[in-house]
T-cell receptor
């Protein structure tokens, strides 16, 4: 399968713990995006990368959130000191058009539940 | 940043009728406007898109129109079928994508 894959699919953690999600984009795609989605809402932009460079981070994103994309391949999203409000689906997407926009391909998402 | 508003939030239609979902955006620099369909528990998937140099695009029963002056775009689904029932999201993009809050469409057989 050459689609976007995310791991883990589900994560339950206690408040205050750190969690890390991994995203493997479609291999030839140079852009990678992270979104957060809560029930009944659209995907909320968190951050995106072009190759290994993080080009933009949402101003709404807490300092507890950090994302990396070493070597421009897979990406990780870490949430430190989780809070109950962090409970959501975290979606990763990739796109292959350099210098412009193209179709976003989404992964299945990583569902986080903070107790 | 970009702000995308989407209406209505819920929509019920009889099978065979048409459905229209409308979105507005705030950043005149946005140049790409995709529509995504998300079925329960599944990932969003692209159903149609339009770029800012085009006013209308059609793909079988689905069409999208764009009014750059007014900064709004719409999704039109004709001859709706029960399998069209899902949540639909519009988005506006320059490089990053900003999504609307979604429309839950129910097609009643």
């Amino acid at each position: 399968d050459t689609g976007v894959s995310q791991d883990p699919r589900h994560k339950i953690t206690k408040r205050g713990q750190n969690v890390t999600f991994r995203c493997d984009p479609i291999s030839e795609h140079n852009r990678l995006y992270w979104y957060r989605q809560t029930l009944g809402q659209g995907p909320e932009f968190l951050t995106y990368f072009q190759n290994e460079a993080q080009l933009e981070k949402s101003r709404l994103l807490s300092d507890r959130f950090s994302a990396e994309r070493p070597k421009g391949s897979f990406s990780t999203l870490e949430i430190q000191r989780t809070e109950q409000g962090d409970s959501a689906m975290y979606l990763c997407a990739s796109s292959g058009i350099a210098g412009g926009t193209g179709e976003l391909f989404f992964g299945e998402g990583s569902r986080l539940t903070v107790l | 940043g970009e702000n995308v508003e989407q209406h209505p939030s819920t929509l019920s239609v009889q099978e065979g009728d048409s459905a229209v979902i409308k979105c507005t955006y705030s950043d005149s620099a946005s140049n790409y406007f995709p529509w995504y369909k998300q079925e329960l528990g599944k990932r969003p998937q692209l159903i149609i898109d339009i770029r800012s140099n085009v006013g209308e695009k059609k793909d079988q029963r689905i069409a999208v129109t764009l009014n750059k002056t007014a900064k709004h775009f719409s999704l039109h689904i004709t001859e709706t079928q029960p399998e069209d029932s899902a949540v639909y999201f519009c988005a506006a993009s320059i490089y990053q994508f900003y999504f609307g809050t979604g429309t839950s469409l129910t097609v009643i057989p």
